[in-house]
Nanobody, 114 residues
Framework: VQLQASGGGLVQAGGSLRLSCAAP????????MAWYRQAPGYQREWVAD???????NYKRSLKGRFTISRDNAKNTVYLQMNRLEPEDTAVYYC?????????WGQGTQVTVSS
């Protein structure tokens, strides 16, 4: 199964976006869910993750601007991104942590203009 992220778009610097990713209950309910991103010319990197019980970890440089959350009733994980910067431009993906290669979807493009 591929996990499909949505909610990306083009936004000006300082703006906000909210990404969503729904997963099958069998995956969502027992897994640590995570967001990753890949900027042009860079490797894919971990952004944040949230356990089924709600414990959260962030890439240190993003803490305070990005907020990960999960709705266990909807089997959906979210990434609220505020005060976006051009450096946040990337394709954003959701997956589990640890990563399952077969879960990669196409991601959602986030483009932040200066």
């Amino acid at each position: 199964v591929q996990l499909q992220a949505s909610g990306g778009g083009l936004v000006q610097a300082g703006g906000s976006l909210r990404l969503s990713c729904a997963a099958p209950r069998s995956i969502f309910s027992i897994n640590d869910m995570a967001w990753y991103r890949q900027a042009p010319g860079y490797q894919r990197e971990w952004v944040a993750d949230i356990t089924p019980s709600g414990q959260i970890n962030y890439k240190r440089s993003l803490k305070g601007r990005f907020t990960i959350s999960r709705d266990n009733a909807k089997n959906t994980v979210y990434l609220q991104m505020n005060r976006l910067e051009p450096e946040d431009t990337a394709v954003y993906y959701c997956n589990t942590l640890p990563i399952r290669g077969d879960f990669w979807g196409q991601g959602t493009q986030v483009t932040v203009s200066s």
